[in-house]
């Protein structure tokens, strides 16, 4: 695939305004399925735990999950949108393997939340109102894995592999009205958008929000038109922008790329686009089907949904705090510099930071394990930070370095285990033997093997130079692999140089 | 009066996969534009003051308990297909795309 010409990002600006738009699928953590009642859990073994109505047989039909409907309302409240007195389903059809059924139930023109506005911050202090035009309620498809190409992908392959686990599981997709306005800072409000979008279904509680399980999946619309132009540009979709990074420069890129094109005297293909995350590019995919070809109609299997208004009222008055409120309350709770902050909410991780500390951690420790060793090991694994460990974990790790059970080089060997999945941070360290020790029969078995190699040092402490000790110390954390209690150790030292 | 052309007829066959010969187009070209002109005869009746009918029973919001309940096991579920790897099923290179 040969790479786009790209221009210059500052310069594409000059020339170009960009406008962009976002779909967000939820994916909500009801205990059942949105149409059936096979389980909705993530993991299982391909195939199983599915009802005939997920395989899409003949003779099925479908029920909605009354559950699925609350939290999809919650949500709609939560976007600030309006619920619809009366919405429904539709079928979209297509065919394609990932349905047995040949069509997807989602909705189409009556969703059930419309006409929102979310506030989003970015970290340079700028403030968005992000307008959203609609969330509706809809099944996941099944997942493809194609085989027999040289790299997995749909180009090459030879045939396809089909797990319908997560047929059926009920989603919320968002969709915002174009985005103007956002200039330079456009990929950073996409991401910042859908970090933030994270957040809400997170203090909802409706949903995992594992990036790494496709909870939460984004595809970013971007258009570009000549500074003075009324008239919108034509769009691309990027599909397959799954982690909070890739948002950004999937963003950046299209800009970029549509620039160069259009300045050569070009015109943008409408057509979804894929995001590599190994090759930072997007390619073609395939052309953009217009809404007519799905050949929408009103699902004949569901009937209407009418929320009564004290349901509404009663979801409402549950709603949790808004974000940009939050995000106040946080700042002034955790008492961090405005940099401390920003490093928090630039990785998408005051959710986490927020309740590590409910689970007991110091603001302090929060923020200093998940921006910073999480936030290495994630990077350097290509993951998102937020799914490397839970805020349970990482308080758990706090507890023990504030217990002085780990020091912060054994505390991060326990991190390592974490993000492995070997098990909570106790575990851990019981399993690897990585606690700082503190027995005294060990520690002095040491201190003896290291005073051999230095017995002047006594004789130093006793003449007052008691930072000689730090050489036995040095030498007994060596002996340890760093696990001795430094501080009993050089208590030894000197009960030692004054018994002697 | 709103004519359907062959052009689209063509486009809704390949849309719903069904291979149509040249003589079929043409035959359904007509009958599909009868059906427009009688679907047609209806909305002349249907005017703005007539909400439209999508589901003839009078009944909303049939909810289900958010509980497990039965499932297939893996082989159950794989019964029917014409191939699978043991746990998942095979369909053969798919040309498109995923929605």
Redesign the interface.
């Known amino acids: 695939m040969a790479k786009a010409a790209l221009m210059d990002y500052d310069r594409a600006l000059e020339l170009f305004e960009p406008v962009i738009g976002l779909e967000v699928h939820v994916e909500l953590n ?3 399925k949105m149409f ?4 909705n859990s993530f993991g299982r ?8 109505l997920d ?1 899409g ?1 003949p003779g099925t039909l479908p ?7 609350k939290y999809s309302i919650s949500l709609g409240l939560a976007l600030g949108c309006s619920i619809a007195e ?1 919405s ?1 389903f539709a079928r ?7 349905l047995g059924k040949n069509y ?1 139930i989602s909705q189409y023109d009556e969703p059930i939340a419309y006409e929102g506005e979310v506030e989003i911050e970015l970290a340079n202090g700028r403030v968005f109102q992000i307008p959203i035009e609609r969330a509706h309620m809809e099944e996941d ?1 099944g997942k ?3 085989m ?1 190409g040289a790299t997995g992908r ?1 180009q090459g ?8 686990n997560r047929a059926g599981v009920p989603l919320v997709e968002i969709v915002t009205k174009p985005i103007y306005g956002t200039e330079g800072d456009a990929p950073e409000v996409a991401k910042t958008y859908v970090q933030t979008i994270r957040d809400i279904v997170i203090a909802l509680g409706i949903s995992d929000a594992r990036m790494e399980h496709g909870n939460i999946r984004c595809d970013a619309n971007v258009s570009l038109r000549p500074r003075g132009a009324e008239q919108l540009g034509t769009r691309t979709e990027t ?1 397959n922008v799954n982690s909070f990074r890739s948002i950004e420069r999937a963003v950046r890129y299209e800009i970029q790329r549509q620039a160069q094109i259009l300045a050569d005297g070009g015109a943008i293909t409408q057509e ?1 686009r894929h995001w590599h995350e190994d090759t930072g590019a997007t390619s073609a ?2 052309p953009k089907s217009d809404a007519d ?1 799905y ?1 929408y109609f ?1 699902e ?1 299997d ?6 009564s208004a004290e349901l509404i009222a009663e979801l409402r008055a549950a709603l949790p705090e808004p974000p940009a409120a939050r995000r106040r309350r946080l700042k002034a709770e955790w008492g961090f510099t405005d940099l401390e902050f920003q490093d928090v909410a630039n990785g998408g991780l005051l959710t986490e930071v927020a309740l590590t500390v409910e689970a007991g951690a110091s603001p302090a420790a929060a923020r200093k394990w998940w921006t910073g060793e999480l936030t290495r090991l994630a990077n350097a694994a290509g993951r998102e930070t937020a799914d490397l460990a839970t805020p349970a974990q990482v308080a758990e790790l706090a507890a023990l370095v504030e217990a002085g059970t780990l020091t912060d080089r054994l505390a991060r060997q326990v991190l390592e285990g974490v993000v492995a999945g070997e098990g909570s941070p106790q575990q851990i360290v019981d399993a690897r033997g990585l606690a700082v020790v503190s027995d005294d029969g060990a520690l002095i078995a040491a201190i003896d093997a290291a005073l051999a190699q230095q017995p002047d040092v006594l004789e130093k402490i006793r003449d007052g130079k008691v930072q000689a000790a730090g050489a036995v110390i040095g030498a007994v954390m060596k002996a340890m692999q760093g696990k001795a209690d430094a501080a009993r150790v050089r208590e030894l030292v000197i009960e030692r140089a004054a018994a002697e | 009066m709103s004519e359907i052309s062959a052009e689209q007829v063509a486009h809704l066959a390949n849309l719903a996969r069904i291979a149509l010969t040249e003589d079929e187009i043409q035959h359904l070209t007509a009958e599909l534009g009868q059906i427009m002109q009688a679907v047609e005869q209806v909305s002349q009746v249907a005017t703005a003051d007539v909400v439209p009918t999508s589901h003839p029973i009078p009944l909303t919001n049939v909810f289900r308990e958010d509980v497990v309940g039965e499932t297939l096991t893996q082989q159950q579920a794989l019964a029917n297909a014409p191939e699978s790897d043991g746990s998942r099923f095979i369909v053969s290179a798919i040309l498109g795309e995923e929605q």
């Open positions: 009801t205990k059942t059936s009642s096979s389980p073994e391909p195939n199983t735990g599915l009802a005939p395989l047989l029920v909605v999950n009354g559950e699925a409907v009366s429904r979209k059809n297509y065919f394609y393997p990932d997807q498809a493809l894995t194609h027999g749909i392959a030879e045939y396809s592999l089909v797990d319908y599909k979804t995919g395939r070809d050949r009103p004949p569901l009937l209407p949904v009418q929320p």
